[in-house]
C-alpha cells in the first residue's frame, strides 16, 4: 500500500469519526450548521456533515444544584443562615442552550435572591416552622422563572436555618419553660381530677348510706306498723270475745264493777296527779258498796251477828 492509499485511509477514518455521534439514552443533540440551529437529534446513532455541521450534547436527567449558605434577615430584623438545594430537569434542549449561558450560576443567584424576599416577609418563628411553606413559594418562583431556559425545577429544599446563638439560647429557654409549665398543669389537672373523683365516691359513699339507713328505718317502721296492727287487732278480737262472752253469761252489776275497778287501776296507774271519772260512774259506785257490804257480812263471825 502507498503513501496515498494510507493517506486516503485517515481521512476517511478522521470524516467517520467528524461525522457519526452517539448519544447515550439520557442524552439529546443540538445540531448547528455553520454557526446556525439546524436541528435537534434524539439519542442513539447520529450522522452529521464533518466540518459543516457541530453537536452539542444535553442532559436530560434530573440534577441537583446546592445553593450556598446565605444571611437573610426577618421580618423581625433577626439574621439567619439559610442555605438550599434545586433539583431540576431539561425539558427543551434549544432553550437550554441557547437561552442561558451558565444555567448553575443563574439558578444559584435566582434562588438567593427569591430566597431573601421570601424569608424577609416572614417573623423568625415562622420561618423556623414554615419550610414546606418556603419549599413551595421558592420552587413555584423558580420554575416560573426557569421555564424559558427549557429547565423544569422539580423540587426545592431547605436544607438549614440557622439563627444566631444568642436566639437559640433563648429559644431553648422558652422551651423549657414552656415544658415546665404544661407540666405543671398537667400535674394540677391531675390533682383536681383526683379531687373531684375523691368527692364523687364521697358523695356516692354517703348517698348509699343514707339510702341504707332510710330503707333500715322504713324497715323497723314497717314491722312497728305490722306489730301495733297485729296488737291492735289481738286486742279488738280479745274485747269481742269478752264482750261476748260477758254478753253471752248475762252479767251482774257486781261483775261489771268489778271490771270496772279493775279498769281504773289501770288508769291510775300512771304519772297523773288527778283522774277525772265520769257521771255514769255513782251507779258503779253504788254496787261496788254493796259488793262491799256484802263481803263484810260474809267476813263477820256468828258472834258479830248476834
Known amino acids: 500500500m502507498d503513501l496515498l492509499s494510507i493517506i486516503i485511509v485517515l481521512v476517511l477514518l478522521v470524516l467517520a469519526y467528524k461525522s457519526i455521534k452517539i448519544l447515550r439514552p439520557y442524552e439529546k443533540g443540538v445540531v448547528e450548521r455553520l454557526g446556525k440551529y439546524q436541528r435537534t437529534v434524539e439519542s442513539g446513532l447520529v450522522m452529521i456533515i464533518p466540518f459543516i455541521e457541530a453537536i452539542k450534547k444535553v442532559d436530560m436527567r434530573e440534577q441537583v444544584v446546592d445553593v450556598p449558605p446565605q444571611e437573610v434577615i426577618t421580618k423581625d430584623n433577626t439574621v ?21 449561558v451558565d444555567f448553575y450560576q443563574a439558578v444559584t443567584k435566582l434562588a438567593q435572591t427569591n430566597l431573601r424576599n421570601i424569608i424577609g416577609d416572614l417573623e423568625l418563628d415562622e420561618t423556623l416552622t414554615s419550610r414546606e411553606m418556603i419549599n413551595a413559594q421558592l420552587r ?11 429547565t423544569r425545577v422539580v423540587r426545592v429544599e431547605i436544607q438549614r436555618i440557622e439563627p444566631p446563638k444568642d436566639i437559640v439560647e433563648a429559644m431553648s429557654k422558652q422551651m423549657k419553660a414552656e415544658r415546665m409549665k404544661r407540666a405543671a398543669i398537667l400535674e394540677a389537672e391531675g390533682y383536681k381530677q383526683s379531687e373531684i373523683k375523691k368527692a364523687e365516691g364521697d358523695k356516692q359513699a354517703a348517698i348509699l348510706e343514707a339510702e341504707g339507713k332510710a330503707e333500715a328505718i322504713k324497715k323497723v317502721a314497717d314491722a312497728d306498723k305490722y306489730k301495733e296492727v297485729a296488737l291492735a287487732e289481738g286486742q279488738a278480737k280479745a274485747i269481742l270475745t269478752i264482750f261476748k262472752a260477758m254478753h253471752d253469761g248475762n252479767p251482774t252489776n257486781d261483775i261489771i264493777a268489778l271490771k270496772y275497778l279493775e279498769a281504773l287501776e289501770k288508769v291510775a296507774d300512771g304519772q297523773a296527779t288527778k283522774i277525772l271519772l265520769p257521771l255514769e260512774t255513782a251507779g258503779i259506785l253504788g254496787s261496788i258498796a254493796g259488793i262491799s257490804e256484802l263481803f263484810k257480812e260474809k267476813t263477820s263471825t256468828p258472834e258479830e251477828k248476834e
Not at 141 to 148: F, H
Request: charged fraction near 25%.
Open 80 to 100: 439567619v443562615v439559610v442555605d438550599c438545594v434545586i433539583f431540576y430537569e431539561v425539558v427543551d434542549p434549544f432553550n437550554a442552550v441557547y437561552n442561558v
Open 140 to 150: 413555584k418562583v423558580l420554575d416560573e422563572a426557569t421555564d424559558r431556559w427549557g
